[in-house]
């Protein structure tokens, strides 16, 4: 284990109640209601355009693309708005500052880069990693493996000939795992989102991050 990468909602920040809200609020002005088991069911692995375009189509709504963009923006406005509100997953804080002297670290996310960006720096924990990679950063979101890829890219600056398989990812949604695991990185999933009988294809499934030492991710890495 050479390099740690985390997804972002979902496993550092508990944030996705937040994206139901924007997202619910954008489509609203296109007159399309969402509820919140209708989000976590179809949306929340996807990107704000993928997620607006997927909503669009299930309720029978034109979804050419300069709609679509046109309400990414107000989710994302709506977004930045609720910032404030965003807290930490238990233990995520603690992991982080943990791994960093030792690791170099990445974010490969669904969500933007800029709003990754401000969280961390809001959470004090923006210089502890090396690579942020947003959905805007890259030309495939997930389950594509480019986001988990170009993170390992930028990476290789701290870790010379850094490969994927020298790479640990924490996900939480079965899109994620697959993305990771198609880049060739061990997964360790997290069941905040799902339930680990439906993280099964990750290496491994844990329940939480608090409490997880460096020493007990090299021992998972290693099995």
């Known amino acids: 284990m050479r390099a740690v990468i985390f997804d972002f909602d979902g496993v550092l920040v508990d944030s996705e109640g937040l994206h139901f809200r924007a997202q619910r609020d954008a489509l609203l002005t296109a007159g399309v209601a969402i509820e919140k088991d209708e989000y976590y069911r179809h949306y929340l692995a996807f990107d704000d355009r993928g997620a607006i375009r997927i909503a669009l189509e299930r ?46 670290l990445g974010v490969a996310s ?27 950063d890259v030309g ?36 994620g795992i697959a993305s990771a695991r198609a880049a060739g990185m061990k997964v360790v999933a997290i069941t905040n989102s799902y339930p680990a009988a439906k993280l099964a294809t990750a290496h491994r499934v844990v329940d939480s991050l608090e409490g997880l030492t460096p020493a007990e991710l090299k021992s998972m890495f290693a099995g």
Do not use: N, W
């Open 59 to 104: 309720h029978g709504q034109p979804s050419d693309r300069d709609r679509v963009e046109a309400l990414a923006q107000i989710k994302a406005r709506r977004y930045a708005d609720l910032l404030p509100e965003v807290p930490f997953f238990a233990g995520a804080r603690e992991l982080v500052r943990a791994l960093a002297p030792r690791h170099p």
């Open 110 to 136: 669904g969500a933007l880069h800029r709003e990754i960006d401000a969280i961390l720096t809001a959470g004090g924990l923006r210089d502890a990693f090396t690579a942020i990679v947003g959905a805007d």
């Open 140 to 175: 495939h979101t997930k389950p594509h493996p480019e986001p988990y890829l170009t993170a390992m890219t930028r990476l290789e600056a701290r870790a010379p000939g850094l490969r994927a398989a020298e790479c640990l990812v924490f996900e939480d949604s079965v899109p």
